[in-house]
């Protein structure tokens, strides 16, 4: 069961080796319990999770501001079929857009996805 179905956007919240936190608003996908971000290699997201795997998330407007309550979560990048499979969710829930914009960021790196696993506050 989806956290957060039919909903577009998260705002995701990665942080510098200072600490500081960097919010970031994103498409995702949900499957097999966990949350999916599909991104690009030389984003500042991606290099803030391979040193801090912790992150935050709340849905989101288009502009990252949040909607809904803030989680908590550890993210992982992953490759391979599993990547693969996330990023044609991906292209299903958001159609001509996810190819458009995939063009557009393809200066910033090859795709990269990684999950995000929210930790429940029982």
Do not use: C, H
């Amino acid at each position: 069961m989806d956290r957060f179905p039919n909903q577009k956007y998260i705002v995701v919240e990665t942080f510098r080796k200072s600490g500081v936190g960097v919010k970031t608003p994103v498409w995702f996908v949900e499957d097999d319990g966990l949350v999916w971000v599909v991104t690009r290699e030389k984003t500042g997201k991606v290099k803030r999770i391979r040193n801090n795997s912790k992150v935050n998330l709340a849905v989101s407007n288009f502009s990252g501001d949040p909607k809904s309550d803030w989680n908590t979560g550890t993210a992982q990048i992953v490759q391979g079929d599993t990547a693969k499979k996330i990023i044609q969710k991906r292209n299903k829930k958001y159609g001509i857009m996810a190819r458009l914009i995939g063009i557009f960021s393809a200066k910033k790196g090859a795709y990269v996805v990684f999950s995000i696993k929210i930790n429940d506050s029982k």
